[in-house]
């Protein structure tokens, strides 16, 4: 079983709509996540990291951590073809000096 | 600064070769990490590397594989043996300290088929 798991699979939202991804873990060590992206034919790159719980907000991005129920989510405010990407949800292993865990992603189609 | 720097972007080898992928992590970066990446498992973790010392290989397979940082600028993965279900993209990553809470910088991979 997926310790990170994302929902949903894939995704297709408009052209200046918003997208709205989901993560859940099932490990309570995992006190704080990441969300990073992948573009076709590329290596993922960071878009954030959340510590606390609320929302953080980064332009066009806001990522909002529920602790109590390990549940993470990202959002996308109006949406651009350029943010056509997988998403990945990744939380730290049983320690901080350890490699990533990732979600298996989520695919999101923005379309004119 | 060039980012991550991963060579060959593609190989291919037949079934019992040996494939060595390259990693330049980036510059100042004290951690390197290794990944790879299938449709199934998704990215999974291998090993990783903290001021060239190995410090944690609990996702590499125990046979075959192994990996090596013999100075500050670049890693190797090496699998002997390859099997068709070690094709997979792998990827490198730094990060300026070992501790997840740094943002880890993603090469853009090297897509291994083996056939």
């Known amino acids: 079983q997926q310790k990170v798991q994302q929902s949903p699979e894939s995704l297709s939202v408009p052209e200046g709509g918003m997208a709205s991804l989901n993560c859940t873990s099932s490990d309570r060590n995992f006190q704080y996540f990441w969300w990073y992206r992948q573009h076709s034919g590329e290596g993922p790159k960071a878009l954030m990291s959340i510590f606390s719980d609320g929302d953080k907000k980064e332009g066009r991005f806001t990522a909002h951590l529920n602790k109590a129920s390990l549940h993470v989510s990202l959002h996308i405010r109006d949406s651009q073809p350029s943010d056509s990407a997988l998403y990945f949800c990744?939380?730290?292993?049983?320690?901080?000096?350890?490699?990533?865990?990732f979600g298996l992603g989520t695919r999101v189609s923005v379309f004119p | 600064n060039a980012g991550v720097i991963q060579t060959p972007r593609h190989k291919v080898t037949g079934k019992g070769q040996e494939a060595t992928l390259w990693c330049e992590p980036i510059s100042g970066h004290s951690a390197v990490f290794w990944y790879r990446q299938t449709i199934v498992q998704g990215l999974e973790f291998l090993t990783y590397f903290r001021n060239q010392a190995p410090i944690d290989d609990s996702g590499m397979p125990k046979e075959r594989f192994s990996a090596q940082m013999p100075n500050q600028s670049h890693s190797t993965l090496k699998i002997q043996s390859t099997q068709p279900q070690d094709s997979a993209v792998y990827l490198c990553?730094?990060?300026?300290?070992?501790?997840?809470?740094?943002?880890?910088?993603f090469g853009p991979g090297t897509r291994l088929t083996v056939l």
């Open positions: 990744a939380a730290p292993g049983d320690n901080y000096a350890q490699g990533l865990t």
């Open positions: 990553a730094s990060s300026l300290f070992g501790q997840s809470s740094y943002e880890q910088y």
